[in-house]
């Protein structure tokens, strides 16, 4: 059963940082895409970043573009999001997805494209 489960969210003042992490078991995904979602109160979920199987290519929201960096150790099935910068608008509850087939050099922002989900991590940026 394949499982992702998402860590590192919390509290942190608005300027502050936060790395996320998300630790894939049941399967390994070496070479499937993998991507990061956000959804806040009130809103629909909306694409964060992407990053392509071999962790070569990756795509960043307008929003946080300059701010967040997605990067993935397939050695340990592990994809990361290094959030920066932290303004109130980050508040949501993020959550990491993978792709159930293998793309070595694409990613993809379209969350319908995602077969697996985590439950997700709470970040909450205070003023």
């Known amino acids: 059963q394949v499982q992702l489960v998402e860590s590192g969210g919390g509290l942190v003042q608005a300027g502050g940082s936060l790395r996320l992490s998300c630790a894939a078991s049941?399967?390994?995904?070496?070479?499937?895409?993998m991507g990061w979602f956000r959804q806040a109160p009130g809103k629909e979920r909306e694409f964060v970043a992407a990053i392509s199987g071999s962790g070569g290519s990756t795509s960043y929201a307008d929003s946080v573009k300059g701010r967040f960096i997605i990067s993935r150790d397939n050695a340990k099935n592990t994809v990361y999001l290094q959030m920066n910068s932290l303004a109130l608008e980050d508040t949501a509850i993020y959550y990491c997805?993978?792709?159930?087939?293998?793309?070595?050099?694409?990613?993809?922002?379209?969350?319908?494209?995602?077969?697996?989900w985590g439950q997700g991590t709470q970040v909450t940026v205070s003023s």
């Open positions: 997805a993978a792709t159930r087939t293998s793309y070595s050099a694409t990613y993809f922002t379209d969350a319908r494209t995602y077969n697996y």
């Open positions: 049941g399967r390994t995904f070496n070479s499937y895409p």
